[in-house]
């Protein structure tokens, strides 16, 4: 596919899972890419793998909690690229530091959650939005979750975290409707990453969760909550961003699409 040659990429958290995911995808598709993520070794590795495909890639290291840091990774991107045409707003956490050893939530979770998964897409979306309104054009795709449509009795910081982005996502479309840009959301389930498997094991250890292993939890909450009944990959996720930061999408505003093998029906 070649439906976003010469096209500029920033994909935040794609160091790993599915923001490497979304990244190899859009490289695979003719971007050239920037990985955003706080985890700079990690991120080199990714931008040596899309070196490989034939794209330019950069690894900046960038804490999205972090407004200046935001800030000084966008001004970099320019400077190297000359423009950017494509924001994905990945990254994301699902509690601060430590989480998977808790039996309880902490205020620190609320705020991480908060901080990372909302806070971080408002900033990085206005360090890159000034650009993109002076050259009225772009695409962002921020990434929601299942979470943001469904209500859970496990962690309700996360799901009002992913709730507060997509609803962040509809009021942007609207404030960047008028300078043809579009902003969207793709909302994954179940995707076996570092941060599933951290769930799992939190269920398996903390939470005592009966099961074989922390992969069988996985496996039985799957096969409750999605009736296609596989994994979502990485690369499923990257396909739909693909989509969206095309110009196949360019009637898409403000919509959450979900890639969760049928999880969420709405
Ligand atoms: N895995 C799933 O099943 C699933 C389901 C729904 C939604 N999501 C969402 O998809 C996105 C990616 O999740 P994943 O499963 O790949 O997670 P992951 O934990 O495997 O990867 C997250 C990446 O974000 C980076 N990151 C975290 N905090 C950061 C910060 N402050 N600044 C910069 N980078 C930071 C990490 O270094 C890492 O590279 C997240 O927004 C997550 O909420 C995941």
């Known amino acids: 596919m070649t439906q976003l040659l010469g096209k500029t990429a920033i994909v935040t958290g794609a160091a790993q899972g599915i923001g490497r995911g979304i990244a190899l995808v859009l490289a695979q598709d003719g971007a050239d890419i920037a990985i955003a993520d706080v985890d700079e070794p990690r991120?080199?590795?990714?931008?040596?793998?899309?070196?490989?495909?034939?794209?330019?890639?950069?690894?900046?290291?960038?804490?999205?909690?972090?407004?200046?840091?935001?800030?000084?990774?966008?001004?970099?991107?320019?400077?190297?690229?000359?423009?950017?045409?494509?924001?994905?707003?990945?990254?994301?956490?699902?509690?601060?530091?430590?989480?998977?050893?808790?039996?309880?939530?902490?205020?620190?979770?609320?705020?991480?959650?908060?901080?990372?998964?909302?806070?971080?897409?408002?900033?990085?979306?206005?360090?890159?939005?000034?650009?993109?309104?002076?050259?009225?054009?772009?695409?962002i795709v921020n990434i929601g979750s299942s979470a943001s449509r469904e209500a859970s009795p496990l962690s309700p910081h996360y799901h009002a975290s992913k709730a507060g982005l997509l609803m962040y996502t509809q009021c942007l479309a609207l404030q960047l409707a008028p300078y043809d840009i579009n902003v969207n959301c793709v909302c994954p389930a179940m995707v076996w990453t570092q941060m599933q498997i951290d769930i799992s094991n939190w269920r398996y250890e903390v939470k005592g969760e009966q099961a074989a292993s922390p992969r069988?939890?996985?496996?039985?909450?799957?096969?409750?909550?999605?009736?296609?009944?596989?994994?979502?990959?990485?690369?499923?996720?990257?396909?739909?961003?693909?989509?969206?930061?095309?110009?196949?999408?360019?009637n898409m505003t403000g919509q959450a699409l979900h890639v969760d093998g049928g999880a969420v029906m709405r």
């Open 43 to 139: 991120a080199r590795e990714t931008a040596g793998e899309i070196a490989a495909l034939g794209r330019k890639a950069l690894a900046v290291r960038c804490d999205l909690i972090d407004q200046r840091s935001l800030q000084a990774m966008v001004d970099r991107v320019l400077a190297e690229f000359g423009k950017i045409d494509i924001l994905v707003n990945n990254a994301g956490v699902y509690g601060a530091a430590g989480w998977q050893r808790e039996e309880r939530w902490r205020s620190a979770d609320w705020d991480a959650t908060f901080q990372v998964n909302v806070r971080g897409t408002v900033f990085c979306s206005e360090a890159v939005a000034p650009h993109m309104i002076g050259r009225r054009a772009g695409k």
């Open 216 to 250: 069988s939890i996985f496996e039985e909450r799957m096969r409750k909550r999605c009736p296609l009944g596989r994994d979502t990959t990485p690369e499923d996720i990257g396909w739909a961003v693909s989509f969206l930061a095309s110009d196949r999408a360019r």
